[in-house]
């Protein structure tokens, strides 16, 4: 059973940064797809970030291009989510996301493993 584990959010000021973490483990193959969803109160979850990990593919909702960047340490079985130049909207509960599959979708629905979340507060 795959298990995830989110940890870095916090309480930031507008262009500050934080490096989110996600650790893994469970998984019994090596290509599978890791997202970053998030969402604010009021809102449905929206994924920001994507990436396979037996590849290069990435892939980013367009409101954060440029300015959060996926990544992965495969000796730690951890991805990562690099936030950079963190804006008042950026608030919002960030869930890691995983299926040991292909990244065919950028649907909530696609994953079948979450973490619990972490929360990330940008303030003006």
């Known amino acids: 059973q795959v298990q995830l584990v989110e940890s870095g959010g916090g309480s930031v000021q507008a262009g500050g940064s934080l490096r989110l973490s996600c650790a893994a483990s469970?998984?019994?193959?090596?290509?599978?797809?890791m997202a970053w969803f998030r969402q604010a109160p009021g809102k449905e979850r929206e994924g920001v970030a994507f990436?396979?990990?037996?590849?290069?593919?990435?892939n980013y909702a367009d409101s954060v291009k440029a300015r959060f960047t996926i990544s992965q340490n495969n000796a730690k079985n951890t991805v990562y989510l690099q936030m950079n130049s963190l804006k008042p909207e950026d608030t919002a509960m960030y869930y890691c996301?995983?299926?040991?599959?292909?990244?065919?979708?950028?649907?909530?629905?696609?994953?079948?493993?979450w973490g619990q979340g972490t929360q990330v507060t940008v303030s003006s």
């Open positions: 996301a995983a299926r040991s599959a292909g990244c065919f979708s950028r649907q909530v629905t696609y994953f079948n493993s």
């Open positions: 990436m396979h990990t037996a590849g290069t593919y990435t």
């Open positions: 469970g998984f019994t193959a090596t290509n599978n797809c």
